[in-house]
C-alpha cells in the first residue's frame, strides 16, 4: 500500500496494530521501521530522522479506546514522554512528545544508540543528570503508517 493510498475498505480494515511489523511516517523525516508492538512492548527502529540509528524495546501503556483507535504511551531513558494515537481506518497516526530541554536543545543524533545497552544507558543518565529538564520541547504532529509484514 503506497502513501498515496492509505485508507483501506472496510473488507480489509486493520484490526489493530498489535502483532503488526509497520513503517511509521512522522514529519521532518522521521521514519521508523519496522515498528512493532506486541501485547506488553513495542520495538523500533529509526532509519531515517534525527537520530536515525536508533533501536529501542519500550514497555508501553496500550489502550483501545474506540474499534478503530488504538494508543501507546510510554517513557524513555532519555526523560522523554511519547502518546501516539493510531487511527486505524485511515492508517495515520497523532504523536505528543515532551521532550526534555538538554535533548531538544542538542543535536538529537545524541539519542542514536540501543537502549538494551548498559553503556548507552549510562550515556544517556549522565546527558540527563546535566539537564536542564525544562521548559520541555513539545511535538505534535500528524504521520501514516504502513503495514510491512
Do not use: C
Amino acid at each position: 500500500m503506497g502513501s498515496r493510498d492509505r485508507t483501506l475498505t472496510l473488507d480489509s480494515m486493520l484490526d489493530s496494530i498489535v502483532g503488526k511489523t509497520i513503517r511509521l511516517h512522522l514529519p521532518n523525516g522521521w521514519v521508523f521501521e519496522p515498528w512493532f508492538t506486541g501485547p506488553d512492548f513495542i520495538e523500533y527502529t529509526l532509519v531515517a530522522g534525527p537520530h536515525a540509528g536508533r533501536h529501542a524495546i519500550q514497555k508501553p501503556v496500550y489502550a483501545r479506546p474506540a474499534p478503530s483507535l488504538e494508543t501507546l504511551a510510554w517513557y524513555e531513558e532519555t526523560g522523554t514522554v511519547v502518546h501516539l494515537s493510531w487511527h486505524l481506518e485511515s492508517m495515520t497516526v497523532d504523536r505528543h512528545a515532551a521532550v526534555p530541554r538538554w535533548l531538544a536543545d542538542s543535536d538529537m543524533a545524541v539519542s542514536a544508540g540501543d537502549n538494551q545497552s548498559e553503556e548507552f544507558l549510562e550515556r544517556m543518565r549522565k546527558l540527563a543528570d546535566q539537564g536542564p529538564d525544562m521548559p520541555r520541547h513539545i511535538y505534535s504532529d500528524h504521520g501514516f503508517f504502513e503495514l510491512i509484514g
